[in-house]
T-cell receptor, first 117, second 115 residues
């Protein structure tokens, strides 16, 4: 069985602060994918990143960066210099690689991020 | 291009009734997945369809069913509604097999309230 744990239920920061969202996962699969999605108030989830279990390189995209550590089963997400528009619910997710499970993700409970001006 | 469209956006039903939700994927996408989102259970996978065939099914009772049509539009049905079925039902499409696994494009959801 797969499991994703986001320990932080809510985080509140002031604009321009850096914030890190934690994600820990459990899986018996040898190959898998990890994801981060953002859910703004409108409701639709927006894909942010996918990481293959074979690729432990960290990734940076603008103000966003992701740290994948297979040894600790963690895939943390950092927003640098946060902005009010970053306020949303962020979900970490996991799926097995291969097969036909393209659309079947196991999501964490989500972290509500509020960025105050 | 147009995103994933879900209808209706909001609906209220009473216990025992049934409901049908509709999802139109992004043009060209042949895979549709459905998720249930509740405050208590979070986001839970319901089922996934590809080319009119159900590929995966989550751990939900048989009251939850779905189908996909030849134009890739999908519907899900919940029969004999219970209070616990109140949730946001999200549909997502993907361009598999040519697209990247797990890169899903979500609609804004159908919010179901069961009284």
């Amino acid at each position: 069985a797969q499991k994703v744990t986001q320990a932080q239920t809510e985080i509140s920061v002031v604009e321009k602060e850096d914030v890190t969202l934690d994600c820990v996962y459990e899986t018996r699969d040898t190959t898998y994918y990890l994801f981060w999605y953002k859910q703004p108030p409108s409701g639709e989830l927006v894909f942010l990143i996918r990481r293959n279990s074979f690729d432990e390189q960290n990734e940076i995209s603008g103000r966003y960066s992701w740290n994948f550590q297979k040894s600790t089963s963690s895939f943390n997400f950092t927003i640098t210099a946060s902005q009010v528009v970053d306020s949303a619910v962020y979900f970490c997710a996991l799926s097995p690689a291969g097969g036909t499970s393209y659309g079947k993700l196991t999501f964490g409970q989500g972290t509500i991020l509020t960025v105050h001006p | 291009k147009a995103g994933v469209t879900q209808t209706p956006r909001y609906l209220i039903k009473t216990r025992g009734q049934q409901v049908t939700l509709s999802c139109s994927p992004i043009s060209g996408h042949r895979s549709v997945s459905w998720y249930q989102q509740t405050p208590g259970q979070g986001l839970q996978f319901l089922f996934e369809y590809f080319s009119e065939t159900q590929r995966n099914k989550g751990n939900f009772p048989g009251r939850f069913s779905g189908r996909q049509f030849s134009n890739s539009r999908s519907e899900m049905n919940v029969s004999t509604l219970e209070l616990g079925d109140s949730a946001l039902y999200l549909c997502a499409s993907s361009s598999q097999p040519t697209g990247h696994p797990g890169e899903l494009f979500f609609g804004e959801g159908s919010r179901l309230t069961v009284l």
